[in-house]
């Protein structure tokens, strides 16, 4: 890597880590859907100017529907989601939760587009989910008070996350990143519109919270955004993905520092085991085996 791309891979890092913390800060007053709506809406009229000025707006025209579409899939429900776990579990949890999205990924290129899978990544997919379970187990009560439902929810937002990127390979391989980007904000703010203006606070927030949801828009979404197709230009689809598992570090240290939250030696292990199995089962980590296997065929309609 030469230090630019180092450098803006940290950044990004630390800027996708803090959202969590701002999402906390934001859905205290604004509450889980509203801080979503706000957030990708805000990302939206961010990101459409600059891809009207870049030439590549047809990309978004010619493909709207699958792009709106993976809106609705990779921001949408995910931010819900994410805003409703980070008001019933820490955020360091909730990051380390979203360090899976990776394993899904995995998982649909493997069912879905027939990906070859050696011996390690599903040992991989194995270790990865074991350790979600780990994880989990002893916080997977449904019970009032119990933290289930904020576990459930991250592990939903990141199946989502991963349905989306083997969406996003199928069907718009080849459209320029930038337009994928900014109509699927597009699409994010149009599915979030109405419940957004149904469950918009009615005692205006204060500057603290205006201040999370603009900080998630502007940055946590479309800067992270354009940092993000940057390093993938530069380092590479594979290497780029690697930020997820720097993310987590982030994330804790924000909520340990400014949120007084604690970090366990049982979280740090299994967030460990978690990072390992997605590092193996997305390919980034590679052991020594050739041996692939296929996925199963598709069931006939």
């Avoid at 891809?51 to 995910?78: C, D, E, K, M, T």
């Avoid at 590479?236 to 366990?264: D, H, K, N």
Wanted: charged share 10%; glycine share 10%.
């Amino acid at each position: 890597m030469k230090n630019h791309p180092i450098i803006e891979f940290v950044a990004l890092a630390a800027i996708w880590g803090s959202s969590f913390l701002f999402m906390r800060l934001g859905a205290a007053e604004f509450g889980v859907v509203a801080t979503a709506g706000a957030r990708v809406g805000i990302a939206a009229a961010l990101l459409l100017p600059i891809l009207w000025f870049s030439g590549h707006w047809n990309g978004l025209r010619i493909n709207a529907a699958r792009i709106l579409y993976i809106g609705l899939l990779n921001s949408a429900v995910p931010f819900v989601l994410f805003s409703y776990a980070v008001m019933n579990i820490t955020t360091g949890l909730s990051s380390i939760l979203n360090a899976t999205a990776p394993l899904f990924g995995a998982l649909f290129a493997w069912l879905w587009l027939k990906d070859r899978m050696t011996a390690p990544r599903v040992a991989g997919l194995v270790i990865g989910f074991a350790g979600v379970a780990l994880l989990a187990y002893d916080k997977a009560s449904f019970k009032p008070g119990g933290a289930g439902w904020a576990v459930l929810a991250c592990l939903l937002a990141t199946l989502c996350y991963g349905y989306a990127a083997s969406f996003t390979k199928r069907h718009l391989t080849g459209v320029h990143p930038l337009a994928i980007a900014s109509g699927s904000q597009l699409g994010a703010t149009l599915g979030l519109a109405i419940p957004t203006i149904w469950w918009w606070p009615d005692k205006n927030p204060g500057w603290t919270p205006w201040m999370s949801l603009l900080i998630l828009g502007v940055l946590c979404s479309g800067v992270a955004y354009i940092l993000y197709f940057r390093l993938i230009g530069q380092l590479g689809p594979a290497r780029a993905i690697t930020v997820t598992f720097l993310v987590p570090v982030f994330a804790v240290l924000y909520g340990t520092t400014m949120l007084g939250e604690t970090l366990t030696p049982w979280m740090l292990g299994c967030g460990a085991v978690v990072v390992l199995g997605t590092a193996l089962s997305s390919g980034v980590l590679r052991l020594p085996g050739r041996r692939a296997i296929t996925a199963p065929a598709a069931p006939k309609p």
